[in-house]
Structure formats: structure tokens, C-alpha cells
């Protein structure tokens, strides 16, 4: 079964594999995704999306709730956020974060619990260790199982 909502384009806008790393530090595809994403079949895509999928889940699972779906919906839908709405809610976090540079944005008005672990950090933290683990998992998953 085709899902049309993981053959879309994880692209953020920055990318880094244009000036020759292996995994981008934007959406986390590695350069070979990036450069053949427009010939990838729909289930090379999805397969793609999938893996970016699990590690944000992986990351983000550990330092949020989403206790009302519903109401972050209406806040990314509202505001005009680039979101995969078919996506698990937590992948709707990073894209909040990744559209915010505003340290003031109450999570928890959104319908996001921030678990007591990470209530300390201010949301550009959150962003920013978010952004490192993502990479850091991208990279590990890279060295295991492509690089040569």
C-alpha cells in the first residue's frame, strides 16, 4: 500500500550535502537520498522517510508528551508551519521548534508536555540537542551501514 504521506519531501530548505557532507544537517537524508530523491520510487521514498521517522520518534518520545494532538494540529495548521500532518505528533515538535526562534513559546499551551527531565531547557536547547541527536543517530546509522 502506497502511503502518500511519506513520499513527500523531507527537505527543510539548508542543505549541507551541497558542500560535501554525507548526511545532511537539515531533514538528516544522507547526500546519495538527497541527490536521487526525484528518480526514488514511492517506496524507496517512504522507506527513507520511515528511518527519518523512527529516530525523531526515538529522540523526541523521551522528551515530550503530546497530551492534546488535536490542539497542536490547530496551532501548526493555524500559524502556517511546514508539518507532515500524517506523521506521529511528536515529528509535528521538531517542526515546531525547527519554525521557532522564540525561547517564550509555551509548549504547553500547544498541547506538549515537556518531560521533567528537559523543563529546564529553554526551547532553543531543546532544538538544539534534538538537531545533535538526530545527527548524531543519522551518522551512527551511516557509518554501520553505508560508509565503505
Sequence with gaps: MKNNYLVKTPCIGICSTTYGDDICRGCKRFSHEVTAWIKYSDVEKDNVNSRLQKFKVLILSNKFSIVDDQKLFNFMKDNKIMFNDELNPLCWVFDLLRASSDD??????????????????TNVELKDLINREFFELSVAHFDRYLRS
Design 104 to 121: 517564550k513559546l509555551n509548549l504547553s499551551e500547544y498541547g506538549i508536555e515537556v518531560k521533567s527531565s528537559f523543563k529546564d531547557l
